[in-house]
């Protein structure tokens, strides 16, 4: 399985702006989709965007024209760019990478926006 690493989160101001990063352990260039998960206090790990190994994008309504994710198949990373970020967008975020041979999830990076 291929071992993730989160990193970037953080305490941020509402309208603020933080970018998530996620780190393979293996190449990632044959895994179909990567995707990016939160799950706030008392709800359920809902996903937040996914992008699939040919690149394209898929994003939640609440998140859509304010957070961008990518992927570096030479680097092994999974980047997650938040924009104007509110304080519902509060907290913890996962890395997920899943394909026909992998399931695997980070261990979780915490974000907070203050109001």
């Known amino acids: 399985q291929v071992q993730l690493v989160e990193s970037g989160g953080g305490l941020v101001q509402a309208g603020g702006s933080l970018r998530l990063s996620c780190a393979a352990s293996a190449n990632i260039l044959g895994i179909y989709l990567m995707s990016w998960y939160r799950q706030a206090p008392g709800k359920q790990r809902e996903p937040v965007a996914t992008?699939?190994?040919?690149?394209?994008?898929n994003y939640a309504d609440s998140v859509k024209g304010r957070f961008t994710i990518s992927r570096d198949n030479h680097k092994n990373t999974l980047d997650l760019q938040m924009n104007s970020l509110k304080p519902e967008d509060t907290g913890i975020y996962y890395c997920?990478?899943?394909?026909?041979?992998?399931?695997?999830w980070g261990q979780g990076t915490q974000v907070t926006v203050s109001s």
């Open positions: 997920n990478a899943f394909s026909r041979t992998v399931s695997s």
């Open positions: 992008i699939t190994s040919g690149g394209s994008t």
